[in-house]
């Protein structure tokens, strides 16, 4: 039986987050500046890379899957991945596969990642307002949006809405955004925003809105439970009066790091250890070492090995210490 995948703090390596490119059809102001370089096609993992990556990982223990972006339902081809990574839910080796989206392409995807066996779909919307909706995305469209979550429900994905929640700009939807996806039957978890990447002319921290504030927002109209569900990633779950399930994720104000279960891999193939630690190692090279087939395992252990503890994000002097340089394009968030 193979090793599965330990670090040094005893926490065990079943999660992995797979950007599968650093394109995206939006530029949401948070996220990434308006004329964003990306990186050249030959300096993205192939189709066959991703997948004897992924499969490496699920031979080690990893049982579930995240892809992410950038877009990933840009990526050209991108079913073909998908597609090949069902075999690994047939065998029960992986217990779940699923997207993070901005919903964009979802009314052309969401039925053909169904029949490949995913099963929950991961949508950012931060604003249901036209106007405003445009202007965080900068080049995105609503009704695009709307119709892909339509499109993902009638194919029988469930849905989680993800917001970043954002002081003077979604501040005051969040009662017709908890209500939009009561409507719907969809999670919502919001996101505190975090200090990637540089945004140029948008000042993140003025835009800061935490998310202690957002619940006690919600406090003031809903009887609200915390819920004991962890999974092992920054989110922590409450629910309302009205059954609704509501996340939280604050990776700035809350440290989740203990129970960390995860490993993210850019589509060049960078394993990052830890969201808020600029530490990485290359895979690729490994991956593209046709001489040593063990070259990649050696690798993902040997980074797993260094996993650090815990990250660096500290807001608390109004300052973004540990900032990170690069985008969330990039890791995928
Ligand atoms: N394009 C897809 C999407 O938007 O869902 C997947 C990639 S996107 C980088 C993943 C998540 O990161 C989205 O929910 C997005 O809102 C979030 N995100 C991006 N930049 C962020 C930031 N600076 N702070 C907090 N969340 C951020
Ligand atoms: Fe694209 Fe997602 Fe970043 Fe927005 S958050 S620019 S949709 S990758």
Redesign the pocket.
Known sequence: MTQPLIDPFARKISYLRL?VTDR?D?R?V??MSENMTFLPKRDLLTLEELDVLCSTFIDLGVEKLRI?????LVRRDIMTFFNAMSRHLDSGALKELTV????SQLARFAKPLFDAGVRRV???L?TLDDAKFAKITRWGRLPAVLKGLDAAQAAGLKIKL???ALKGFNEDELFDILTFCNDRGMDVTF???????D?GETD?IGQYWSLDDVQAQIAKQHRITPLPDRTGGPARYVQLDTGQRVGF?TPLTHNFCESCNRVRVTCTGEIYTCLGQEGKLDLRGPLRNAGNPDALENAIRFAVKMKPKGHDFDYSRGQADGQMSR???H???
Not at 68 to 72: A, D, L
Not at 100 to 103: D, E, F, R
Not at 191 to 197: A, D, N, R, T
């Open positions: 950007s995206c939006f949401c948070y996220c992410t972006g950038g877009e990933p993070t989206s901005n919903g991961n949508v950012s931060d993800n917001v970043v996101i505190e925003v975090m200090p990637m990447g945004m993140r994720i985008h969330m394009s890791t995928g968030g």
